[in-house]
């Protein structure tokens, strides 16, 4: 299913665009979150259900990792992960605002761990949240590489629910994990991935 048919069927919400009054995020230490070159862990906040995430191949095999799992041990913190903001520029990240993801590895893949979400696997009647994104160049084209931080309970969680296109209309739907044979994927869910972000040099 082609990524634009999941934009129309599921919850409708209005073309909007979150700007600096937003809060900013937060990391572990309490300091603002910012986009650009500063490296964060994407961690779980509850303790004993897995580490941090990282790009692999399980469901299909390329040179460059398009799956996103879970390490499934805790003291594992994965890869850590760079934030680009909608309006390109460097500075803090906000809650409810467009953003990329995007691995930070100094490798012949470095461009290619963009997060976004991926084509409706039929098998397994999910969406997954993979790699092979674009980064910026918000607008139709690219609407499946943004999503945003939004404040959950004490903590955050990722939402995919891109505004950068004001023709479009668009889905919510929360970021959370989908189990398979013991590997932890990250996909579209009901139920939020609770996480937190620990600033790495």
Known sequence: MN???????LSIIPF???????????????DKVQAGDLRYFVLPVIRGRGGGLSPSNVKQ?????????????EVQEGLPVVFTRVDAKKGVVR?????????????ICARETIWKIGEYDDKLKQYFVVTGGVEGNPGPQTVSSWFKIE????????????SVCKFCKVICKD???????????LALSDTPFKVMFKFTL
């Open 3 to 9: 990524i634009l048919l999941l934009l129309l069927s």
């Open 151 to 162: 404040k959950f309970e004490s903590d955050y969680k990722f939402v995919f629910c891109p």
């Open 95 to 107: 809650e409810s605002t467009d953003l990329n993801v995007r691995f930070y590895t100094p490798t």
């Open 175 to 185: 970021v959370g994990i989908f189990s398979k044979d013991g590997v932890r994927f």
């Open 16 to 30: 909007t665009l979150a700007g600096s009054s937003q809060p900013p995020v937060l990391d572990t230490n309490g």
């Open 61 to 73: 095999q390329n040179l460059c990792p398009r799956d996103i799992i879970q390490d499934a041990d």
